[in-house]
């Protein structure tokens, strides 16, 4: 598996990241177990990259896979992210990472920002204030932003604290806010240039580029300034035919199936249209109509995080 160095941080990542958001509670429910025995295959296998969250609720996971692990356990470089605002929560949030994982330093941490724009670094001075005081104490080796938006990659080029910027980018501009496909590519490009280290997400755009993805795993693999991809994956099947595909080998006829993914979300009739659903989507794809959550399925990439937040559990991706 082809490494590269994440910017000017050294650090070093393989092309293919493994996103543990999809094995989680959020969406496809492993046990801890069945995601770390997983992780820990892709591990194996030459992946020494995972993507996660303090909302994917997938620490466990990633701590069972590290676990069975002994001589490359300090190989893997694991990235987090935090949706807290405050220094005082994003304080929280480093100290969770840090005991829930058994991992002294975590590697890079994000500012959890998918759907704001440039404002981001102002309107989360403190969380962003405490992960440079991390970086400094040693807890932290990298600060970075996950973002969907074009105008907060632009601004974070110039954000001096900022080591590693996390960006959607796929080959339909799925997802992408403030801007279009070229113009994400084109500040990719600049950041990178800046000497920011940058790994994509939603390369396959929530699935729905499935029918090609080879073509969309080879759209942002080749992006100027693109270090590594986050893929989530469920399953042995899935993971061996990622791993084929960014090893440039071919897949065999009987991975060609191999994804499975959910394939459209329902709002259950049971919904009190409070609304949180819509706060959280990073896609405009939830509204609240006649009182009860409406989805937009043009709009919605399945990314899972409005379920988490239903305080009624009316959300259900099949
Ligand atoms: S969060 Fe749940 S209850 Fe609230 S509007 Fe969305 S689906 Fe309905
Ligand atoms: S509606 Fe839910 S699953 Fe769809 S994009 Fe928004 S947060 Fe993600």
């Given at each position: 598996m082809k490494r590269n160095i994440l910017g000017d941080t050294g650090i070093s990542v393989s092309q293919l990241c493994f996103g543990?958001?999809?094995?989680?509670?959020?969406?496809?429910?492993?046990s801890p177990e069945e995601g770390g025995e997983l992780i820990r295959e892709g591990i194996l296998n030459g992946i020494n990259f995972l993507d996660t969250a303090?909302?994917?609720?997938?620490y466990p996971h990633i701590r069972k896979a590290l676990d069975g692990l002994k001589g490359t356990r300090d190989d893997v470089v694991i990235a987090t992210k935090s949706a807290a605002s405050t220094y005082k929560e994003m304080e929280a949030a480093v100290e969770e990472a840090r005991m829930a994982l058994d991992?002294?330093?975590?590697d890079i941490f994000h500012l959890?920002?998918?759907?704001?724009?440039?404002?981001v670094f102002k309107d989360r001075e403190g969380a962003l204030e405490c992960l440079v005081d991390s970086k400094s104490k040693g807890l932290i080796r990298a600060v970075g932003i996950s973002t969907h938006s074009v105008e907060a990659v632009r601004a974070g080029k110039d954000v001096?604290?900022?080591?590693v910027i996390f960006p959607i980018i796929n080959k339909e501009g799925l997802?992408?806010?403030?801007?279009?496909k070229e113009e994400m590519a084109s500040a990719i490009k600049e950041a990178s240039l800046k000497g920011k280290g940058l790994y994509a997400m939603k390369a396959l755009g929530g699935g729905n580029l499935l029918a090609d993805r080879k073509g969309a795993f080879d759209y942002v693999k080749n992006?100027?300034?693109?270090?590594s991809v986050a893929v989530g994956m469920v399953n042995r099947d899935e993971l061996a035919m990622n791993l084929c595909i960014f090893n440039g080998q071919q897949v065999p006829d009987s991975l060609a199936d191999a994804t499975v993914r959910r394939k459209s979300l329902i709002v259950q009739?049971?919904?009190?249209?409070?609304?949180r659903c819509v706060e959280i989507c990073p896609n405009m794809a939830m509204e609240v109509v006649d009182g009860r959550a409406r989805n937009d399925s043009q709009k919605?990439?399945?990314?899972?995080?409005c379920a988490p937040v239903c305080p009624e559990f009316a959300i259900r991706l099949v």
């Open positions: 543990v958001l999809p094995m989680g509670p959020n969406q496809f429910g492993l303090q909302s994917y609720n997938t991992r002294g330093v975590i959890h920002a998918a759907r704001v724009d440039a404002k001096s604290e900022i080591d997802g992408i806010l403030h801007g279009t992006l100027s300034g693109i270090s009739a049971f919904c009190k249209g409070c609304g919605c990439i399945l990314c899972g995080y």
